[in-house]
């Protein structure tokens, strides 16, 4: 349902992208003809490719805006995860303090958490942690949730100006990224999608902040359509 939802609202975002090429288009001097994409006419060779341009670089604008609402408001989680709290009667309660570090879950460095408790499917965990200043293991079993394995860690969530921007601008990249992983060949889709780009163990995810992302994600996807269609039509111009 909420993917449904997403899709419909990206619609707009390809009127976005359409007004954009339209609005380059006329202050620019170009001659305009309505069909599925606007088409141009008349005009300089180098006018025409930044019309057409235009389009990609106005979606991407309006996924980055997005994004930065998302991570401004929500917070990011750093490339260090940090324990904020912990859920009551979860796994990591009474084991985990908030201010402890995870750097390796079973031994292993990770690039997700939640991906790494993931793939293990329910087998107990062990997470090496820093906390003041000393290096301990402790082993949590992870308890079902859905369609994935929860240790009710609550992430600290960064929500500074410059990290929201940072992360912002280079969320289509992370985005697109996953999408090829998720496509290669032997390789198995992170199971929690792509709420899972930004979001590690944290179960009481809001509404807004699930409908956003998949709003953020199928952007990207119709960022990545648009750029390619972008580049045949600037090569025939």
Request: a positive charge; aromatic letters at 8%; zero cysteines.
């Amino acid at each position: 349902m909420i993917n449904l939802l997403a899709i419909a609202l990206v619609l707009p975002l390809f009127l976005v992208g359409e007004l954009a090429r339209w609005g380059t288009g006329r202050a620019l001097g170009l001659s305009t003809e309505r069909r599925f994409f606007v088409r141009f006419t008349g005009g300089k060779k180098w006018a025409r490719v930044a019309a057409i341009l235009a389009g990609s670089v106005a979606i991407y604008l309006a996924i980055v805006a997005g994004a930065f609402v998302l991570f401004r408001v929500h917070g990011v989680v750093g490339d260090r995860t940090a324990v904020a709290s912990t859920k009551p009667g979860m796994p990591a309660d009474g084991k985990l303090v908030p201010g402890d570090v995870i750097v390796a879950v079973d031994h292993e460095a990770f690039a997700s958490l939640a991906g790494a408790v993931n793939a293990k499917a329910g087998a107990p965990v062990v997470l090496t942690i820093e906390r003041d200043g000393t290096t301990r293991e402790v082993s949590l079993q992870p308890i079902r949730g859905g369609d994935r394995w929860l240790l009710g860690i609550v992430p600290t969530r960064e929500r500074r100006h410059d990290v929201a921007l940072a992360s912002s601008l280079a969320y289509p990249i992370r985005v697109v990224g996953q999408l090829v992983t998720q496509l290669a060949p032997h390789e198995s889709a992170d199971p929690g999608g792509p709420v899972r780009i930004y979001d590690e163990v944290h179960f009481d995810i809001p509404a807004w902040v699930i409908v956003l992302t998949a709003l953020l994600t199928f952007g990207t996807y119709l960022l990545v359509a648009s750029v390619l269609v972008d580049l045949v039509r600037a090569l025939r111009v």
